[in-house]
């Protein structure tokens, strides 16, 4: 079964620090995601990555960075965070999705940020 | 960007009831998937169907590309069948990845 590992199932930070959200998957995916999810707007996307070095900017990315150096890890960075970033943060990863064919998308935990 | 809109928001039913869950949306798409998210937050994908139709036990959907719309069958429905069911698509031309419905919540009742 595809794991995707998220480190921390809860944490608070306070206004203005640096936050780092890590996210590791074992099946060799091309493919990782980082969405937020909010009580009545479902999943936003805020970055994405086919591969290592590489990232997209999703829907909302303002206020997140985001570092792959690894295959396996994604890590979302918020460079100072705000209380408006309170949010649940599911991480996902698939197969490279070619041209004619696409592989299901599978998601960690989630992690709870507070930020107060 | 592309639109996706489910109905209903939300859904409450007696154990062993059927329904049908809707996921309309507003341009052509390549890849379709399905997912459960449980009452303990975790996100689990039921199907990846862009078109035709698919069953895995109680639960099929059907896709009609050409008409822009899902849809999510759960028969005799159990209280584990509680949750969310979210519809996610990914835009024929742009970029490749899912932009996600608001969501279905469902509740069954014993």
């Known amino acids: 079964d595809v794991k995707v590992t998220q480190s921390s199932r809860y944490l608070v930070k306070r206004t203005g620090e640096k936050v780092f959200l890590e996210c590791v998957q074992d099946?060799?995916?091309?493919?990782m995601f980082w969405y937020r999810q909010d009580p009545g707007l479902g999943l936003r996307l805020i970055y994405f990555?086919?591969?290592?070095?590489?990232?997209e900017k999703g829907d909302i990315p303002e206020g997140y960075s985001v570092s792959r150096e690894k295959k396996e890890r994604f890590s979302l960075i918020l460079e100072s965070a705000s209380t408006n970033q309170t949010s649940m943060y599911l991480c996902?990863?698939?197969?490279?999705?070619?041209?004619?064919?696409?592989?299901?998308?599978?998601f960690g935990n989630g992690t709870r940020l507070t930020v107060t | 960007g592309i639109q996706v809109e489910q109905s209903p928001p939300d859904l409450i039913l007696q154990e062993g009831a059927n329904s049908t869950l809707r996921c309309n949306f507003s341009?052509?798409?390549?890849?379709l998937q399905w997912f459960h998210q449980n009452p303990w937050g975790q996100l689990i994908n039921l199907f990846y169907?862009?078109?035709g139709t698919k069953q895995n036990g109680r639960l099929s959907a059907t896709t009609v590309a050409t008409e822009r719309y899902s849809l999510l069958y759960i028969s005799s429905s159990q209280t584990t069948d509680s949750g969310v069911y979210f519809c996610?698509?990914?835009?024929?031309?742009?970029?490749?990845?899912?932009?996600f419905g608001s969501g279905t919540r469902l509740q069954v009742q014993p």
């Open positions: 099946m060799d995916h091309e493919n």
């Open positions: 169907i862009p078109s």
């Open positions: 996902a990863s698939s197969r490279r999705w070619d041209s004619w064919s696409r592989s299901p998308l599978h």
């Open positions: 996610a698509v990914e835009r024929r031309t742009g970029r490749r990845a899912l932009t």
């Open positions: 341009d052509s798409v390549n890849n």
């Open positions: 990555s086919y591969d290592v070095k590489m990232k």
